[in-house]
């Protein structure tokens, strides 16, 4: 169970400062509004890493945050197929709860927000270019090196380096995907980051809010999946297993 609370929480976190800081850019009359795309790597870097830092200590040692890492792991055998199932619904929950939150923290601005597509993106991820198959590609290859980098975080020797080193990097990980691969899909590379404030967005009473282009929210999903288990052949193949 505490594994579950601290990956429930953990997720919050981070959905509450990983779209938070994509309220704080977009929504009209934010005080950050406009502050464009390094600000929101950034900020989806410190939210994995305050993520993370919360999960463990609240007992989840794996601090994973998103069902992708988890079904690797699960391939590896840290988790049982039924873990990675209870794992992947309290990150989800989580999720929604974080996103819930975020809504509620710039009450005032959704109203004043004309765009509704500007709305959904502060919540959940849409393609620059609306391509299924090149999209579904592009959060494939993403979470693939976002799993096979983490391996190698933590693997011998530097993983040894420091106590507590390796959420940093993690986020400096986060931060350099976003910057280099996230342009075409917007980075999900997690599906309960993406569809857990997608639900959100569906039910809650946002103001002028539109659609929640559910025809789009499997890519965020597959991709991502897809991604982490090809992490974990590549990284089989290596023999780091």
Request: aromatic residues 12%; contains cysteine; proline residues 7%.
């Amino acid at each position: 169970m505490d594994n579950l609370f601290g990956e429930f929480m953990g997720t919050m976190v981070l959905i509450v400062f990983g779209c938070g800081v994509c309220a704080n850019m977009t929504l009209t009359n934010s005080k950050g509004q406009g502050g464009g795309w390094v600000c929101i790597a950034l900020g989806w870097g410190f939210a994995v890493t305050l993520g993370v830092f919360t999960a463990t200590t609240l007992g989840a040692p794996q601090g994973d945050l998103n069902p992708a890492v988890t079904l690797a792991k699960t391939m590896v055998g840290i988790y049982t197929p039924a873990q990675f199932l209870a794992t992947s619904a309290a990150q989800l929950v989580g999720a929604i709860l974080g996103a819930a939150i975020v809504w509620l923290a710039y009450l005032p601005h959704w109203e004043k927000t004309e765009d509704p597509a500007a709305k959904l993106g502060v919540f959940a991820t849409g393609p620059a270019i609306r391509s299924p198959g090149a999209n579904f590609i592009c959060e494939t290859i993403a979470t693939f090196f976002l799993m096979f980098v983490i391996w190698m975080i933590f693997g011998e020797p530097v993983g040894q380096l420091v106590p507590g080193y390796g959420p940093y990097m993690v986020g400096i990980l986060i931060i350099a995907l976003g910057l280099s691969l996230g342009g075409p899909t917007g980075y999900a590379m997690n599906p309960a980051r993406d569809l857990g404030p997608r639900i959100a967005h569906f039910i809650l009473p946002i103001a002028g809010k539109g659609g929640s282009d559910w025809g789009y929210a499997w890519v965020p999903i597959a991709g991502p999946l897809c991604g982490g288990a090809l992490a974990y052949f590549v990284a089989k193949c290596s023999g780091l297993f």
